[in-house]
């Protein structure tokens, strides 16, 4: 894993790089190039409910109109590098944690919600319910949230503590949103952070390549999938 640790392949673009100019690369060699990953990980997938799929990956727009929440064909790119990160996490035997939004029976009056944004207006169960490819597996944690961040107000925090995780792998939703505020408290909290450039997505393009962008200079990695792959595939080895 002292791979990951070293600095990342310059050769390689992120999705970020079409919006930023020569003066915040500058201002980026203020920050260090990685963090690294440490030896403990557990992989946390944010919010990959029926609401931000919807049912088809149609055009954003037209699929607004039915699921207000979706981040329509961003959502279903994702998902194929999502099964394989899944499937790679499990197979390494690492900590699988999901969220998604406590719409339970005694949060329904609840006033507090993750953001500002709409919702359906449609059936809060089926909105909230897990993307049937993307369901959690038997044991699997999931983590009911009310705010942003999959910390707030959850047990979270304590769960790996005691299972002694030091790194998060992050995936899912929004990248501007629940995944940022996941990713910033994981900061705080202590844990080094890889951030999944293929399996992390959001409706609003610029707001996902600019979090993605600020995310990385600040609170954790943002790294290819092939490069978590790899990390995770050494796990699997030293089983």
Same mark, same amino acid.
């Given at each position: 894993?002292?791979?990951?640790?070293?600095?990342p392949?310059?050769?390689?673009?992120?999705?970020?790089?079409?919006?930023?100019?020569?003066?915040?690369?500058?201002?980026?060699?203020?920050?260090?190039?990685?963090?690294g990953?440490r030896?403990?990980p557990a992989?946390?997938?944010?919010?990959?409910?029926?609401?931000?799929?919807?049912?088809?990956?149609?055009?954003?727009?037209? $699929?607004?109109?039915?699921?207000?929440?979706?981040?329509g064909? $961003?959502?279903?790119?994702?998902?194929?590098? !999502?099964?394989s990160?899944?499937a790679?996490?499990?197979?390494?035997?690492?900590?699988?944690i999901?969220?998604?939004?406590?719409?339970?029976a005694?949060?329904s009056?609840?006033?507090?919600?993750? !953001?500002?944004?709409?919702?359906?207006?449609?059936?809060?169960?089926?909105? @909230?319910?897990?993307?049937?490819?993307?369901?959690p597996?038997a044991?699997?944690?999931?983590? @009911?949230?009310?705010?942003?961040? $999959?910390?707030?107000?959850?047990?979270?925090?304590? @769960?790996?503590?005691?299972? &002694?995780?030091?790194?998060?792998?992050?995936?899912?939703?929004?990248?501007?949103?629940?995944?940022? $505020?996941?990713?910033?408290?994981? @900061?705080?909290? &202590?844990?080094?952070?890889g951030i999944?450039?293929?399996?992390?997505?959001?409706?609003?393009?610029?707001?996902?390549?600019?979090?993605?962008y600020?995310?990385?200079?600040k609170?954790?990695?943002?790294?290819?999938?092939?490069?978590?792959?790899?990390?995770?595939?050494?796990?699997?080895?030293?089983?």
């Amino acid at each position: 894993m002292s791979a990951l640790q070293q600095s990342p392949d310059t050769s390689r673009r992120h999705v970020w790089e079409d919006v930023i100019d020569d003066e915040i690369r500058a201002i980026s060699a203020n920050y260090a190039e990685r963090m690294g990953l440490r030896d403990r990980p557990a992989l946390l997938c944010i919010d990959n409910y029926n609401a931000v799929f919807g049912e088809s990956p149609g055009p954003l727009l037209e $699929a607004m109109k039915r699921f207000p929440q979706t981040c329509g064909p $961003a959502a279903w790119k994702a998902l194929d590098p !999502t099964l394989s990160l899944l499937a790679a996490a499990r197979a390494a035997g690492i900590p699988v944690i999901h969220t998604t939004r406590d719409s339970r029976a005694d949060a329904s009056s609840s006033p507090m919600a993750a !953001t500002k944004r709409r919702d359906s207006g449609s059936d809060v169960n089926w909105d @909230y319910s897990f993307f049937a490819p993307l369901t959690p597996a038997a044991g699997e944690l999931v983590i @009911y949230k009310s705010r942003a961040s $999959a910390f707030y107000g959850t047990p979270l925090a304590s @769960y790996l503590t005691q299972l &002694g995780i030091n790194t998060l792998i992050v995936c899912g939703n929004s990248t501007s949103g629940c995944v940022r $505020a996941s990713v910033n408290e994981a @900061y705080m909290h &202590g844990f080094r952070v890889g951030i999944v450039e293929e399996c992390v997505f959001d409706r609003n393009h610029l707001s996902h390549k600019v979090n993605l962008y600020d995310m990385n200079a600040k609170y954790g990695d943002v790294m290819f999938h092939d490069e978590v792959l790899a990390y995770l595939g050494l796990l699997s080895k030293a089983q």
